[in-house]
């Protein structure tokens, strides 16, 4: 009879939750894993999964939640788990992981409705988290689609009785939405983007994919596997050639046990603030932008005689530039050529100590090589020593090859004598080996070499399958030069890339389908590949990038010298005058009128009639008291107030069984205005024969 | 002190919401806050704030700022969930002591539509769902009932946490109309016998007309003009009626004395019972309070009207505790609905 039900409020908080809303809420749960997938270990997706799936069949009434024994059982056990994966390290990642655990196990406790906000919170800021391993454009849109299924998941729990279903809360959502979307700009603009407060922890503590600081032959083929950006740059002006795309990254100059290390490793240094100003404004003649993916170390990559321009990254010295805090979310930096003609200074000779360093050998083991060195030491020159190895890369078979075979001892005697097929790494090795001991200081570069020009000629893409071994020794009077045994032998690589040099053999990329860049040879995933590069690349530079320096600078460009204390001003200003607008148009939709059902408004009228006709209303009176006392006023409507005042009260107090369908009542509000009319006119005559 | 700022905050509310049985919610009696969850919201957006800030990601700054301006989107949506509707005060209702007591009040869109509506007196309450813009829908509100007596709550709280539950806006309704408390029913000891031992019941007299077994006692307010004894009147000047001892010895007569020696809400809810048990009955009964009588009759509408009177006896009927304010008018609109949902109680 009565819409509603009864129930003590507690009792309503302890109802079971929604259906619908549960389903919004797993469903952004699993959305917010997707940009996780890669990264998190394999059980605790599974775990995730299993455990959320257990919580809906709970909802359906299929199994039952398990009790606080076993709930406690499974909590402790799989923290256990995930303590000893963890093994101690704190970061963004491990405590992304440990948010996703939470959820996991939250699940099997959420009964009330205090739960379920309790996962509200966790995943929003499970967004964030997200941001911090994620900046590009589709997994921002992920991350807002994963946001708006939460506010979904929040109205179904607060009205879940509303008709439409998930649709209706989605327009409603939506034009909310729309209508604070300017407020989100202006204040994305406009809010003081200020210094990091304190140093924050890393995000990540696992190694990325990207080269890394030891080199064992063969490491880098793996790489060459890999399609993924390493970094994009743009330049002031023309690209360099090709052949001359050298990106220095690190030098390792110590061989032990096969594998080349960095002679000076880089101590241990906390991570420092976050600073992603990477140099703003136009670029200036010789100046090169390079927007780099997070690598989680502090190395950046830098072509030959390069200056720092920007102030996140510091020289090193030999040409090598550093970041001040790890690269642990991509980040932009900036350098300039030093021009050629202006010779760097240099020194005489190594330093003693430089020397001993990079002629370093073990003591023993590749003997041919060693008599390979003696040999070409004959010459009298370490110029016409590396030529003469150059010459012998060139003339005889070497192959240059992404499936190089297995050379586990002696690997430069059988690179260079048995075998003759390798990568990069191999024979960079196995050069910097000969010419170190035919007395020649030399070393290995790693990094990367070349680049494709990305959509438009705009900037260059150096991917993965771009990471180089390169090798640079050093000769009186001219200091370090380069030596790249590759450019020997395969020519290819150097001038136009590995797809090229690889392109015999059928390797590129061979076990990496989905990537696009396999597929380079077709115009349109080409095409499209590039285009969405671009998009990202604008995304990356203007919207991830809008930061400290770039904000400034942008407000640099407006009139009337805006800084850090006006955007303060410009951002409460923005939020008041958000607030009054809203507050001004709300109370404006409120005064033009309250719509009401039809008996509400015939009711009014009726009330207009009755002061009009001097009857005024009194407090607590009936229709028909009223009706009555209207009758003795105006008898000339006596019998048209008495029927009103019954059809009134006949609908107000009708029992609810007796209630009439929406085609009833119409036709009966429909009478009830024409007696109203009717009243009016009867008023009109009888005021006139008086 | 710290009682005196919830005083001042009660007459201000109390000020501002005059008590009435029809109220339109507005911008002038809607209160909005946030909801404990909201107040965790609002910090864990800090942290979010902090955390892009740390780490000069601009994202984390855009939803932020996104979720920040929801928020605030929210409040109003929130407040305009409320405002514009119309709550009435049906009817107030009737039961026993300690049972609820279900108040008909009836909730009338505005132009928006009002979303996941709650009602609520103290710690019971009622929800009223989602009542499409312009319609209305009627709900029975359970009040907790103490003693007998008229039950008005001093406020019917109406709120909503629509859309997300982070913020909160309410209202009050201070309602006009009271409910009727019937005494507890408490099984009475069955004593046809006559309340002879009463003490201050005057001695039964033989009167001049030689009818036995009549009681005199004054006159008092509601004796039918029949028992007077106008003979007696004529004599002393003194109103003096005649109480057969015959009907108030029979069951037919429920007399508060019957259980002399007991206090007077135990009388009741005695009397209370008795009063349900005929009804059920189908029995005639009369009722005989101190300074009340009521005509010995049957049919539910007879019961009803004893359990009234037993509910209501020595009780004062609750007026507005603050009378408007000289020169001050009510909006016509309002003061006519209200005649209509007053009428429903009579």
């Keep these: 009879m009565i819409s509603g039900y009864f129930a003590r409020k507690s009792q309503l908080k302890a109802d079971r939750l929604p259906s619908g809303a549960l389903l919004w809420l797993v469903a952004s749960f699993a959305l917010l894993l997707t940009p996780q997938v890669g990264r998190l270990p394999l059980w605790l997706l599974s775990v995730c999964g299993l455990l959320a799936g257990w919580r809906w069949l709970a909802q359906k009434g299929r199994v039952r939640l398990p009790g606080r024994w076993l709930r406690t059982g499974i909590m402790l056990a799989l923290v256990a788990v995930y303590l000893v994966r963890v093994q101690g390290s704190f970061t963004v990642d491990t405590a992304a992981s440990f948010f996703v655990l939470a959820v996991g196990l939250k699940w099997l406790e959420t009964r009330t409705a205090r739960d379920f906000y309790v996962l509200f919170y966790i995943l929003v800021y499970l967004v964030a988290v997200n941001f911090l391993f994620h900046q590009e454009i589709h997994w921002t849109l992920v991350n807002l689609g994963a946001i708006f299924l939460l506010l979904t998941a929040l109205q179904m729990l607060n009205a879940p009785d509303l008709p439409g279903g998930a649709m209706a809360s989605w327009r409603r959502l939506g034009g909310m939405l729309l209508k604070v979307l300017p407020v989100v700009v202006l204040l994305f603009l406009f809010f003081p983007r200020v210094a990091p407060l304190w140093s924050v922890p890393l995000v990540s503590g696992q190694a990325r994919s990207g080269i890394s600081d030891t080199m064992r032959p063969g490491d880098i083929s793996s790489l060459a596997q890999s399609s993924e950006r390493a970094f994009r740059v743009t330049f002031a002006g023309e690209f360099p050639q090709n052949r001359d795309r050298y990106w220095r990254g690190l030098i390792l100059d110590t061989l032990k046990d096969g594998t080349w290390h960095q002679g000076d490793t880089e101590s241990f240094r906390p991570p420092g603030r976050v600073n992603l100003d990477g140099g703003v404004g136009e670029l200036q003649v010789r100046e090169y932008d390079v927007l780099m993916e997070p690598t989680d170390q502090r190395w950046a990559f830098a072509l030959n005689d390069s200056a720092a321009v920007s102030d996140n990254i510091a020289e090193k010295g030999d040409g090598l530039f550093r970041f001040r805090r790890p690269a642990d979310s991509s980040v932009r930096y900036r350098l300039a050529l030093e021009s050629s003609n202006n010779p760097v200074p240099q020194d005489s000779a190594l330093k003693p100590g430089e020397a001993s360093r990079y002629l370093q050998l073990p003591a023993s083991g590749n003997p041919r090589a060693r008599a390979l060195a003696e040999d070409l030491r004959q010459s009298a020159s370490d110029l016409e020593v590396i030529r003469r190895l150059m010459n012998r890369f060139r003339e005889q078979p070497y192959f240059y090859t992404l499936r190089p075979p297995k050379m586990p001892v002696d690997g430069v005697d059988s690179l260079l004598f048995a075998e003759k097929r390798g990568f990069c790494s191999h024979y960079a090795g196995a050069t910097t080996f000969v010419l170190r001991s035919a007395g020649i200081p030399a070393r290995v570069v790693v990094g990367y070499q070349g680049g494709e020009a990305g959509a438009g000629n705009e900037y260059l893409v150096v991917r993965q399958y771009d990471a180089h071994a390169w090798v640079e020794a050093w000769v009186e009077g001219q200091g370090w030069i380069r030596v790249d045994p590759t450019a020997a032998i395969a020519p290819d690589r150097i001038e136009s890339g590995l797809r090229e040099a690889v392109a015999g053999e059928g390797s590129f990329l061979e076990n990496n389908w989905a990537s696009a860049q396999k597929y380079g040879n077709v115009p349109l995933i080409q095409w499209a590949s590039q285009q969405l590069d671009r998009i990202n690349y604008k995304w990356q530079r203007w919207v991830v990038g809008y930061q400290g320096q770039s904000q400034l600078n942008l407000m640099s460009r407006l009139p009337g010298g805006i800084t850090m204390k006006e955007l303060g001003y410009i951002t409460a200003g923005i939020v008041g005058l958000g607030l009054l607008v809203a507050g001004a148009v709300s109370a404006f939709q409120m005064r033009r009128g309250r719509r009401r059902d039809g008996y509400g408004r015939v009711l009014s009228a009726w009330y207009r009639l009755c002061e009009q006709a001097g009857v005024p209303i009194r407090y607590g009176e009936t229709p028909a008291a009223q009706a009555l006392r209207l009758a003795e006023a105006e008898p000339a409507v006596a019998d048209s107030a008495r029927l009103f005042a019954r059809m009134i009260n006949s609908h107000y107090y009708r029992p609810r069984s007796g209630r009439r369908s929406v085609q009833e009542s119409k036709s009966e509000l429909k009478r009830l205005r024409r007696l109203l009319v009717s009243m009016r006119r009867q008023l009109r005559r009888a005021g006139k024969t008086q | ?346």
């Excluded at chain 2, 709550?153 to 309602?175: H, N, Q, Y």
């Excluded at chain 2, 007309?209 to 004796?223: C, T």
Aim: proline residues 5%; charged residues 20%; glycine residues 10%.
């Design chain 2, 1 to 346: 002190m710290n009682r005196f700022i919830p005083r001042r905050w009660q007459r201000w509310i109390n000020r501002r919401i005059p008590r009435s049985d029809v109220q339109l919610l507005t911008q002038k009696n809607l209160f909005i806050l946030p909801t404990s969850a909201g107040v965790v919201f609002a910090m864990l957006l800090l942290l979010m704030l902090i955390t892009g800030i740390n780490y000069q990601n601009s994202l984390i700054y855009l939803v932020t700022f996104l979720l920040g301006a929801v928020f605030i989107g929210a409040m109003y949506q929130t407040h305009r969930t409320l405002a514009g509707l119309e709550l009435t005060l049906v009817e107030a209702g009737e039961g026993f002591a300690g049972d609820d007591v279900l108040f008909h009040l009836r909730a009338t869109a505005g132009k928006q539509d009002a979303v996941a509506v709650m009602l609520s007196v103290d710690d019971t309450g009622v929800g009223i769902g989602h009542v499409p813009a312009g319609q209305s829908r009627e709900v029975r509100l359970p009040v907790t009932s103490l003693s007998r007596g008229y039950l008005r709550p001093d406020r019917i709280r109406i709120e909503t946490r629509f859309p997300f539950g982070l913020l909160k806006a309410w209202s009050w309704m201070r309602p006009v109309t009271a409910g009727i408390v019937f005494p507890r029913p408490v099984a009475a000891p069955e004593t046809p016998g006559v309340a002879k031992e009463g003490d201050q019941t005057t001695a039964a007299t033989r009167s001049s007309d030689g009818n036995d077994h009549a009681q005199l006692r004054p006159w008092r307010e509601g004796d039918l003009s029949q028992r007077v004894l106008w003979k007696r009147y004529a004599r002393s000047g003194q109103m003096v009626v005649a109480d057969w001892e015959a009907d108030k010895g029979s069951p037919h007569w429920l007399d508060f004395d019957r259980f002399a020696g007991a206090e007077y809400e135990l009388r009741l809810s005695h009397l209370c019972w008795l009063v349900v048990e005929r009804g059920k009955s189908g029995a005639r009964f009369g009722l005989s309070l101190p300074g009340q009588a009521i005509e010995p009759d049957a049919g539910p509408a007879h019961t009803v009207r004893c359990l009234r009177a037993l509910a209501t006896w020595g009780q004062q009927k609750p007026r507005d505790a603050v009378g408007l304010r000289h020169g001050t008018r009510q909006d016509p609109d309002a003061k006519a609905s209200a005649s209509i949902a007053t009428g429903g109680g009579l």
